[in-house]
């Protein structure tokens, strides 16, 4: 029932800092963990960060942490995913998704199969 739409993305030097959005323009992230995950070309989708149903827990890929912030906002109904010292490698298109239920478990949330919802995605393209 949810519909979750990506904005934001677009091209950036290496360095720069870009945030990206997810709105569920449907439905509601409401007690769901939320999560952004991103695909380069030729290869799978992979997990970059997650947030619990909250905002109280976070948890990041390593490739990103340090460097990537998630938070949301439930009234907004948006998730954001704030983006900085990007690299060339970060280049991906950037999907956001809503996940089964409010339960924040490491090695459950870094796996595609926990999300139920994905928005179309938005593609983030690093210049070097």
């Known amino acids: 029932q949810v519909e979750l739409v990506e904005s934001g993305g677009g091209l950036v030097q290496a360095g720069n800092s870009l945030r990206v959005s997810c709105v569920a323009s449907?439905?509601?992230?409401?007690?769901?963990?939320m999560g952004w995950f991103r695909q380069a070309p030729g290869k799978e989708r992979e997990f970059v960060a997650a947030i619990n149903w909250n905002g109280g827990s976070t948890h990041y890929a390593d490739s990103v942490a340090g460097r990537f912030s998630i938070s949301r906002d439930d009234g907004k109904k948006m998730v954001y995913l704030q983006m900085d010292s990007l690299k060339p490698e970060d280049t991906a298109v950037y999907y956001c998704?809503?996940?089964?239920?409010?339960?924040?478990?490491?090695?459950?949330?870094?796996?595609?199969?926990?999300?139920?919802?994905w928005g179309q995605g938005t593609p983030v393209t690093v210049s070097s």
């Open positions: 449907e439905g509601a992230i409401n007690f769901y963990t």
């Open positions: 998704a809503r996940g089964r239920s409010f339960d924040f478990i490491i090695a459950a949330i870094v796996q595609t199969s926990e999300y139920v919802a």
